[in-house]
């Protein structure tokens, strides 16, 4: 069963900064959109950010996130990373990667296959 793994969460202070990684070990995710989800608190899974696949030319946010944090692909690495920013305590979640079977970028949790166990981000004082 092919899966993401996610890595790099932890605790942070309002305003600072983390820079999570998403990998597969045995299996390439250079072909596939990826994308970063999280779920916070008493709250439903929710769309972070997206990147198209290979060169990843092309991203898509969530306006929450927009201008603060950034997606990236390291193909040689395999990796997808997602830099986060001025962390702001509502971005206090899990986070979890996926690939998509979708050409065209999506928020749709739906066109997303293989999932990881997510990361811990916590934004506190």
């Known amino acids: 069963q092919r899966q993401t793994v996610e890595s790099g969460g932890g605790l942070v202070q309002p305003g600072g900064s983390l820079r999570l990684s998403c990998t597969a070990f045995?299996?390439?995710?250079?072909?596939?959109?990826v994308g970063w989800f999280r779920q916070g608190p008493g709250k439903e899974r929710e769309f972070v950010a997206a990147?198209?696949?290979?060169?990843?030319?092309?991203?898509l946010y969530d306006d929450s996130v927009k201008g603060r944090f950034t997606i990236s692909r390291d193909n040689a690495k395999n990796t997808v990373d997602l830099q986060m920013n001025s962390l702001k305590p509502e971005d206090t979640a899990v986070y979890y990667c996926?690939?998509?079977?979708?050409?065209?970028?999506?928020?749709?949790?739906?066109?997303?296959?293989?999932w990881g166990q997510g990361t811990q981000v916590t934004v506190s004082s």
């Open positions: 996926a690939t998509s079977g979708v050409v065209q970028l999506t928020t749709i949790q739906g066109e997303y296959d293989y």
């Open positions: 045995g299996w390439s995710i250079s072909p596939y959109p």
């Open positions: 990147i198209s696949s290979w060169n990843g030319g092309s991203a």
